[in-house]
T-cell receptor, first 111, second 114 residues
Framework: TQLLEQSPQFLSIQEGENLTVYCNSS?????LQWYRQEPGEGPVLLVT?????EVKKLKRLTFQFGDARKDSSLHITAAQPGDTGLYLC???????????FGTGTSLTVIP | DSGVTQTPKHLITATGQRVTLRCSPR?????VYWYQQSLDQGLQFLIQ???????AKGNILERFSAQQFPDLHSELNLSSLELGDSALYFC?????????????FGPGTRLLVL
């Protein structure tokens, strides 16, 4: 079983629509990161959140860390075809120097 | 371009063989992480080195081993290869800034075991 579960697993939407991706766990994380990965390439870091309840914005992307630091969400406003990719959340736990990656959400934005 | 380089880009080999994957971290980064990504398992952490020493171990098989050299490059050795070892193998490096790890991923090595 995965420590971090993402939903939905697949998402296909029209250009201009909004969407939210969820990353959930029963464990507490000292920090949580969101990555985007394109086919054939490595994941690219989008943001790191550290404080419970923290909200960070990156242009049309809004990231939130849950108050209890067990979950996170990524909201994209007015999605564009360039947003297409695999979105991964990753959490770092206090007890070890190890990152746990989520199951991933594959997003396709149709022009 | 993340600044992390991995070689080779593609590798095709047969079951039972042994291969070595190489990773050069970003200049100045002391931490190197290895990950395996397959369709059914997602991105799985294998092992981490920091300045030449093993720091954390994840789901790494006994047939796999890694090391980090004095010049900070790292190698992942996969032996007695099985069909199920076919996957993308990523290396990531981190500058270890404070308590927050920021990982920069390389382009990956695609391994196909036939």
């Amino acid at each position: 079983t995965q420590l971090l579960e993402q939903s939905p697993q697949f998402l296909s939407i029209q250009e201009g629509e909004n969407l939210t991706v969820y990353c959930n766990s029963s464990s507490v994380f000292s920090s949580l990161q969101w990555y985007r990965q394109e086919p054939g390439e490595g994941p690219v870091l989008l943001v790191t959140v550290v404080t419970g309840g923290e909200v960070k914005k990156l242009k049309r992307l809004t990231f939130q860390f849950g108050d209890a630091r067990k979950d996170s969400s990524l909201h994209i406003t007015a999605a564009q075809p360039g947003d297409t990719g695999l979105y991964l959340c990753a959490g770092e736990r206090n007890t070890g120097n190890q990152f746990y990656f989520g199951t991933g959400t594959s997003l396709t934005v149709i022009p | 371009d993340s600044g992390v380089t991995q070689t080779p880009k593609h590798l095709i080999t047969a079951t039972g063989q042994r291969v070595t994957l190489r990773c050069s971290p970003r200049s100045g980064d002391l931490s190197v992480y290895w990950y395996q990504q397959s369709l059914d398992q997602g991105l799985q952490f294998l092992i981490q080195y920091y300045n030449g020493e093993e720091r954390a171990k994840g789901n790494i098989l006994e047939r796999f081993s890694a090391q980090q050299f004095p010049d900070l490059h790292s190698e992942l050795n996969l032996s007695s290869l099985e069909l199920g070892d076919s996957a993308l193998y990523f290396c990531a490096s981190s500058p270890r800034e404070g308590l927050i790890e920021t990982q920069y991923f390389g382009p990956g090595t695609r391994l196909l075991v036939l």
